[in-house]
């Protein structure tokens, strides 16, 4: 929840290059918004953590589809 508003989130990890939100295939996208609109979701977010050289990067998309 983010206050009042219901929200459905992909979460991609990925080691080394690259964005893990780019790994994720539009038709794994269309799944997850079809999940969270039964869910009664009003967003979808896709957040991408990269690990690598002993941290994490964090790349959040808020309302990505």
Request: avoid cysteine.
């Amino acid at each position: 929840m983010d206050g009042d508003q219901r929200v459905v989130v992909e979460v991609r990890t990925r080691t080394g290059a690259g964005d893990p939100i780019d790994a994720i295939p539009f038709a794994k996208r269309s799944h997850v918004a079809a999940l969270g609109r039964r869910a009664g979701a009003s967003r979808v977010d896709m957040i991408g953590v990269r690990l690598a050289d002993g941290h994490a990067d964090i790349h959040w998309v808020p309302d990505a589809l």
